[in-house]
């Protein structure tokens, strides 16, 4: 006879659908001690609980971190609420957690919430009651105890950061019974001294060692406080009323002492990319003014007696050197107008005809005798040679050719008519 046989995904199935339909699974809370805890950097949060008889595995996925409200560590004992459930490729079961808190705390984080709801209603969270952080102080207050790596952190970072600033601590009880009004006295009297700025805090600790801060008389000395106050209680990831009301919230009491005191070297480097600036800025605007300087005296120079006497003369120099430069070329040009006229007088000058053999004949009187319409016979006439003059009578006269002087080849030429 033949067995029915079941896959090993079938039988996972079945299990994993009997423990979907146990309605207790669904909302169950699980208490024990927490190890292999692993935070995982897509936001998960994987750990296993355990007691001194069993362990069980746990998840908490990244959409239900609302749940929870502190930093899981090793050891701690904690209450887990969630479901059971089939880990169906795995055949196993584990815890999805959607809330967990620490073990005998949850009536605190019930007054926490309850407090924290009825101080937001009455407004006491809201920014327009926040003070701002001066920026320069001179006085910073300290309420936290007086021992303990707090006060001394604030005090080695402020001294670091700005030596010139006097702290002021209020040594008050920042745990156990009065702790509530330890700290509410230190807020009081720190705000009527006077100081700048307020620090209210203490280093970290569990729910019950940080509840003096989430006491109601705290929220309120903090609210009433004129002073500005910077809360700063616990590691990072604690969370205290005292932090809602605060004009400030610190992660921690050693970034509460750097939000507070303002570094005073970064303030000299400032001062001195001012000082700079303004050097330079000065230097230019010197050899600007020095710039506008020269061209007044430019202009007042040219506008003096001195240097327009010196302008004028100038002026007067070029002009006579243009003017000589302009008789010189008239000269040469009136030069070489005159050797032209001279030539072309040379060629008609009756001094040269003489010498070519030609005569120049006048009356007695010396007027010129230019044909035979000019005499008589008998008239004297004068006739002028190169060498000298001769005294002569006209016998009687011939007429000839206009274009011929009637004496032959022998003669040589003829003067010019009329």
Not at 397 to 414: L, N, R
């Amino acid at each position: 006879m033949k067995k029915n046989a079941y896959s090993v995904g079938q039988v996972n199935t079945y299990i994993k659908n009997m423990f979907a339909q146990d309605f207790m699974l669904h909302g169950i809370c699980v208490k024990g001690e927490v190890s292999n805890c692993k935070y995982h950097s897509s936001g998960h949060i994987y750990f296993t609980i355990k007691d001194e008889k069993a362990a069980m595995a746990a998840v908490m996925f990244a959409g239900s971190r609302r749940g929870l409200g502190f930093y899981m560590q090793e050891g701690d004992k904690v209450l887990v609420t969630g479901s059971i459930e089939v880990y169906e490729r795995d055949g196993r079961y584990q815890l999805y957690a959607k809330e967990i808190e620490k073990d005998g705390e949850g009536s605190l984080f019930l007054q926490f919430e309850a407090l924290k709801r009825e101080l937001e209603e009455m407004g006491m969270f809201a920014d327009v009651y926040k003070k701002p952080i001066p920026k320069y102080i001179r006085t910073l207050g300290v309420v936290t105890a007086p021992t303990g790596a707090a006060v001394q952190d604030i005090r080695n970072i402020a001294g670091r950061r700005n030596p010139y600033v006097q702290v002021i601590l209020y040594p008050a009880q920042v745990q156990g019974q009065g702790a509530a009004e330890s700290i509410v006295n230190g807020i009081r009297t720190l705000d009527a001294y006077g100081v700048d700025v307020m620090i209210v805090g203490r280093g970290g600790g569990s729910i019950e060692d940080l509840w003096a801060f989430n006491e109601e008389i705290v929220a309120r000395a903090i609210f009433e406080c004129e002073t500005p106050v910077i809360s700063a209680v616990g590691h990072e990831t604690d969370t205290t009323i005292a932090d809602f009301v605060a004009d400030l919230r610190a992660p921690t009491p050693s970034a509460g002492a750097e939000l507070a005191v303002y570094d005073v070297y970064e303030l000299f480097d400032e001062m001195e990319g001012f000082r700079l600036h303004l050097k330079k800025a000065m230097e230019w605007k010197l050899e600007s003014e020095k710039g506008r300087c020269r061209n007044f005296k430019n202009l007042l120079l040219a506008k003096s007696p001195a240097y327009q006497f010196n302008e004028k003369r100038q002026y007067t120099v070029s002009l006579e050197e243009r003017l000589e430069q302009k008789m010189k070329y008239s000269l040469r040009e009136a030069r070489y107008r005159l050797g032209i006229l001279a030539g072309r007088l040379d060629g008609v000058s009756p001094a040269k005809q003489l010498n070519q053999g030609l005569a120049f004949v006048t009356d007695v009187e010396g007027r010129r005798i230019g044909g035979i319409a000019g005499t008589k016979p008998g008239d004297e006439i004068r006739v002028r040679l190169r060498d000298g003059i001769v005294n002569a009578e006209v016998k009687g006269t011939t007429p000839v050719g206009a274009d011929s002087c009637g004496f032959g080849e022998e003669i040589g030429g003829c003067f010019p008519p009329g």
